[in-house]
């Protein structure tokens, strides 16, 4: 599936075959201030936008029916958010000095050393 990222600059996504990958992604990539939506039905991934002060791992409980922490620690985790990282793409050319391809870039090579295969 594909999802937009939802945040003030380019239009851009990420792809992956479940939801809350592509929102624990794009949590990551805007520090809670970017929104995940579904290409396909326009529908907004609850759980990765935060009001100043928000507490992630009980508002990802309360979407997805286990905390932030514990949904990390789910096997193949990391190596799906890999692959998602590295489905990053810009919808037209980057305008903004805000670079989201170089940050999920670095996200995915990050992932590297966690042991992504196994995880």
Same mark, same amino acid.
């Given at each position: 599936?594909?999802? %937009?990222? +939802?945040?003030?600059? !380019?239009?851009?996504?990420?792809?992956?075959? !479940?939801?809350?990958?592509?929102?624990?992604?794009?949590?990551?990539?805007? #520090?809670?201030?970017?929104?995940? &939506?579904?290409?396909?039905?326009?529908?907004? &991934?609850?759980?990765? $936008?935060?009001?100043?002060?928000?507490?992630? !791992? %009980?508002?990802?409980?309360?979407?997805?029916?286990?905390?932030?922490?514990?949904?990390?620690?789910?096997?193949?985790?990391?190596?799906?958010?890999?692959?998602? $990282? %590295?489905?990053?793409?810009?919808?037209?050319?980057?305008?903004?000095? #805000?670079?989201?391809?170089?940050?999920?870039?670095?996200?995915?090579?990050?992932?590297? +050393?966690? #042991?992504?295969?196994?995880?």
């Amino acid at each position: 599936m594909k999802f %937009e990222i +939802g945040n003030p600059s !380019d239009l851009c996504f990420l792809e992956a075959d !479940d939801p809350r990958i592509a929102a624990a992604c794009i949590l990551f990539l805007g #520090n809670g201030h970017y929104f995940c &939506i579904n290409t396909e039905t326009r529908e907004q &991934i609850d759980g990765t $936008f935060f009001v100043l002060g928000g507490d992630v !791992d %009980e508002t990802w409980k309360e979407y997805h029916g286990v905390s932030f922490n514990d949904f990390m620690e789910l096997p193949n985790t990391k190596s799906k958010m890999k692959a998602c $990282f %590295e489905s990053f793409s810009y919808a037209n050319e980057r305008s903004s000095i #805000n670079n989201i391809g170089k940050m999920a870039e670095e996200f995915a090579k990050s992932i590297i +050393g966690t #042991n992504a295969k196994t995880d």
